[in-house]
C-alpha cells in the first residue's frame, strides 16, 4: 500500500490515538463514569490511530481515495 497519511495527519492521529488510550485505562479504573464497553471500543481506536500514524498508511484512506501526503513537483526517493 502506497504511504497516504502526511506528517500533519500522522501527528494529529498520534494525539487522538493517545487521547484515546488514556479514555480507555480511565474507563477501566472507573475515572471516567462511561459504560465499561466503552473502554475497549477507545482502546482498539487508540491501536488503529497510533499504527496508522506509524505505518503512514491508512485502509480507509485507500479505500475513499483519499491522500493527505504532500506531494512536490520533483519526488524525492
Known amino acids: 500500500m502506497a504511504q497516504n497519511v502526511g506528517a500533519v495527519d500522522g501527528q494529529i492521529r498520534t494525539v487522538a490515538g493517545a487521547l484515546a488510550g488514556f479514555g480507555s485505562l480511565a474507563v477501566l479504573q472507573g475515572a471516567l463514569s462511561l459504560p465499561e464497553v466503552v473502554a475497549p471500543v477507545l482502546g482498539l481506536v487508540a491501536i488503529m490511530m ?26 524525492s526517493r
Open 50 to 75: 497510533l499504527v496508522t500514524a506509524r505505518v503512514g498508511t491508512c485502509p480507509l484512506y485507500s479505500v475513499l481515495g483519499v491522500d493527505s501526503c504532500s506531494r512536490s513537483s520533483s519526488p
